[in-house]
């Protein structure tokens, strides 16, 4: 059993930063695959980023690739997701999320716990 809790969010211009970060409490943080997903106002909630239990595999969405960066410390079980060059469309409610799985996927359907979330908007 996975607790989730996302921080980082807030307001940011267009072409600026931020670090959102996520903290498992949990003994098995270490053995998850972690992805963040987002949603934006009236739309379904989307893949942005998944890194595999050792940090060895990562995967994007073809939005988030070259601009955002997910990363995770096992030590801290905190998994990161730095977002550079961050455009209006960006605009959403992140989500943290954990899997029981070896390999990485973009499904939703493959994790099995989930933050509460935190609010990114990003200004034109």
């Known amino acids: 059993q996975l607790q989730l809790v996302e921080s980082g969010g807030g307001l940011v211009q267009a072409g600026g930063s931020l670090r959102l970060s996520c903290v498992a409490s949990?003994?098995?943080?270490?053995?998850?695959?972690m992805g963040w997903f987002r949603q934006a106002p009236g739309k379904e909630r989307e893949f942005a980023a998944a890194?595999?239990?050792?940090?060895?595999?990562?995967l994007y969405s073809d939005s988030t690739k070259g601009r955002f960066t997910i990363s995770r410390d096992n030590a801290k079980s905190t998994v990161y997701l730095q977002m550079d060059s961050l455009k209006p469309e960006d605009t959403g409610v992140y989500y943290c999320?954990?899997?029981?799985?070896?390999?990485?996927?973009?499904?939703?359907?493959?994790?099995?716990?989930w933050g509460q979330g935190t609010q990114v908007t990003v200004s034109s």
């Open positions: 999320a954990g899997g029981r799985r070896y390999y990485v996927t973009r499904e939703s359907s493959g994790y099995n716990y």
């Open positions: 890194i595999s239990w050792n940090g060895g595999s990562t």
């Open positions: 949990g003994r098995t943080f270490s053995s998850n695959v």
